[in-house]
T-cell receptor, first 111, second 116 residues
Framework: LAKTTQPISMDSYEGQEVNITCSHN???????ITWYQQFPSQGPRFIIQ???TKVTNEVASLFIPADRKSSTLSLPRVSLSDTAVYYC????????????FGTGTKLQVIP | GAVVSQHPSWVICKSGTSVKIECRSL??????MFWYRQFPKQSLMLMAT?????????EQGVEKDKFLINHASLTLSTLTVTSAHPEDSSFYIC????????????FGPGTRLTVL
């Protein structure tokens, strides 16, 4: 199982772009980098997923370098409602294998 | 998108009683579901992997006789906490994998269990 490492916490002011890095040195060939957001007392919510290079959707961008040993989640112009814990996971292809959640990154958006 | 529900969303029970938590995939079939436990200010900890029609696979340290898992259909998995004790109080979350598609787990909203 690929282990992921993220900063435990980050602070950002409203309106700023936030970049959260994730290290996954032992990522497997068939693993997809997947980011989830979790609010208190709620289940994780899917944000974005990618295999390599750059992926963008309506809420975030994901940058994965060629060696795939790290990735960066980019949240443009954060708001107070983006205060949450963000988890980076290496999900095996097909999704049927178990995964290990790391500590996640607690993002605090400041007014 | 794929939706996973859990019932109940919260439950309070007396010590020694059993509690059943349901996890349903509402608009897709899930051959595999996962059960997690999350204590306050901690990350999700995988408890077991539930496969439809077969026995669940438990993680090390998780008592299979205490946390009974039944995955009787492609849309329903249940977790029963037997003889619950205060230390079992936690937030229980399930996730489901969309059969044959993609690389994503869809998570339920979680169930808050409080054992008095």
């Amino acid at each position: 199982l690929a282990k992921t490492t993220q900063p435990i916490s980050m602070d950002s002011y409203e309106g700023q772009e936030v970049n959260i890095t994730c290290s996954h040195n032992n990522i497997a060939t068939n693993d997809y980098i997947t980011w989830y957001q979790q609010f208190p007392s709620q289940g994780p919510r899917f944000i974005i997923q990618g295999y390599k290079t750059k992926v963008t959707n309506e809420v975030a961008s994901l940058f994965i370098p060629a060696d795939r040993k790290s990735s960066t989640l980019s949240l443009p112009r954060v708001s107070l409602s983006d205060t949450a814990v963000y988890y980076c996971l290496a999900l095996p292809s097909g999704g049927y294998q178990k995964v290990t959640f790391g500590t996640g990154t607690k993002l605090q958006v400041i007014p | 998108g794929a939706v996973v529900s859990q019932h109940p969303s919260w439950v309070i029970c007396k010590s020694g009683t059993s509690v059943k938590i349901e996890c349903r995939s509402l608009d897709f079939q899930a051959t595999t579901m996962f059960w997690y436990r999350q204590f306050p200010k901690q990350s999700l900890m995988l408890m077991a992997t539930s496969n439809e029609g077969s026995k669940a696979t438990y993680e090390q340290g998780v008592e299979k006789d205490k946390f009974l898992i039944n995955h009787a259909s492609l849309t329903l998995s249940t977790l029963t906490v037997t003889s619950a004790h205060p230390e079992d109080s936690s937030f229980y979350i399930c996730s489901a994998v969309l059969a044959g598609v993609g690389h994503e787990q869809f998570f339920g909203p979680g169930t808050r269990l409080t054992v008095l």
